[in-house]
Nanobody
Framework: VQLVESGGGLVQAGGSLRLSCAAS????????VAWFRQAPGKEREGVSC????????YYPDSVKGRFTISTDNAKNTVYLQMTSLKHEDTAIYFC??????????????WGQGTQVTVSS
């Protein structure tokens, strides 16, 4: 299993950004895929999860209505569309394969992360 994130960068508050996670070694019917983020000095926080097997997506209240997770099965890629970005969304964003939950230990494979910086 391999996951490679891309699409991070610097954006102004209120702006949008789309992250990509290129997956290999598994299908989205085998594993759920989540996006987590980690800001300096803070714990890793789940911001979305998609289970194609269950046909469900999950979001915490902090990003609900602003972030959207989706998959492109043909490209084996997971996307995180982020809109109305806030300064507090600044973090390294990771994608992970496993079982949907907000507990990082339920995910066995992780990407290397991509930095998102939101200027206020």
């Amino acid at each position: 299993v391999q996951l490679v994130e891309s699409g991070g960068g610097l954006v102004q508050a209120g702006g949008s950004l789309r992250l990509s996670c290129a997956a290999s070694g598994f299908t989205f019917d085998e594993y759920d895929v989540a996006w987590f983020r980690q800001a300096p000095g803070k714990e890793r926080e789940g911001v979305s999860c998609i289970s194609n097997y269950k046909g469900k997506t999950y979001y915490p209240d902090s990003v609900k209505g602003r972030f959207t997770i989706s998959t492109d099965n043909a490209k084996n890629t997971v996307y995180l569309q982020m809109t109305s970005l806030k300064h507090e969304d600044t973090a390294i964003y990771f994608c992970a394969a496993g079982v949907c939950s907000w507990d990082p230990s339920t995910f066995g494979s992780w990407g290397q992360g991509t930095q998102v910086t939101v200027s206020s």
